[in-house]
């Protein structure tokens, strides 16, 4: 049963540190996308990337955030520094193709003290 | 640009029906719909494609009108496993070979004994 994991799944951090979430999308998916996910806001695109190559990173703050695919089989999601307000829980999710089924991760849940 | 979402919760009892409806101010190319369930994922439930195209998922089904920019879930005689939070993700027109998707803020969905 093949699935997206992301690590951390829980993340406590101080407010300034770094804090690095990882993703493993599902192999042979070759479009990954970045989620954020607060009462408030709801569900954000903070940045996606196709056959390894970021198309959009619109939705994130570009002064702490940045997001890499080293490898098909990964990608990372960086924060520097981290603020309070960074707090959510972030998903990552796979896919196949353009409009096709995203499948989410089970999320890693950030709370910047 | 999200789109709407109404109601924004709804409880049943089981057995009955619901319905919740997707509008967004946006011409429209797909309709995905997916329910989380708390402290979860979001789980994908149908992809829309084109308009006035309805389709199907156990007794859960879906319309898309493409002029008129919405989608609505219906919900048929309604079992506890549909309790969650169902989120529409629209696809703009010129999203196509992208598959960014903007998310609604969410219909809570209560189904009690």
């Known amino acids: 049963d093949a699935r997206v994991t992301q690590t951390p799944r829980d993340k406590v951090t101080e407010m300034g540190q770094e804090v690095t979430m990882r993703c493993q999308p599902i192999?042979?998916?070759?479009?990954v996308f970045w989620y954020r996910q607060t009462m408030m806001q709801g569900l954000e695109l903070l940045a996606y990337?196709?056959?390894?190559?970021?198309?959009?990173d619109s939705g994130m703050p570009k002064d702490r955030f940045s997001a890499e695919m080293p490898d098909a089989t990964l990608a990372t999601l960086k924060i520097q520094p981290s603020e309070p307000r960074d707090s959510a829980v972030y998903f990552c999710?796979?896919?196949?193709?353009?409009?096709?089924?995203?499948?989410f991760g089970p999320g890693t849940r950030l709370l910047v003290l | 640009q999200q789109p709407v979402q109404s109601p924004q919760a709804v409880i049943l009892r089981e057995g009955e029906d619901a319905v919740i409806n997707c509008s967004s101010s946006k011409a429209l190319y797909s309709v995905h719909w997916y329910r989380q369930k708390h402290g979860e994922a979001p789980v994908f439930l149908m992809i829309?494609?084109?308009?006035?195209e309805q389709k199907g998922h156990e007794k859960i089904s879906a319309s898309f009108n493409e002029k008129k920019q919405q989608s609505s879930l219906y919900l048929t005689a309604s079992q506890l496993s549909y309790s969650g939070t169902y989120f529409c993700?629209?696809?703009?027109?010129?999203?196509?070979?992208?598959?960014?998707?903007?998310f609604g803020q969410g219909t809570t969905l209560q189904v009690k004994p």
């Open positions: 999710a796979s896919g196949l193709g353009h409009q096709e089924t995203q499948y």
């Open positions: 829309l494609l084109k308009g006035g």
């Open positions: 990337f196709r056959n390894r190559a970021p198309l959009d």
């Open positions: 993700g629209t696809g703009p027109v010129g999203s196509s070979n992208t598959g960014k998707l903007i």
């Open positions: 192999l042979g998916h070759n479009t």
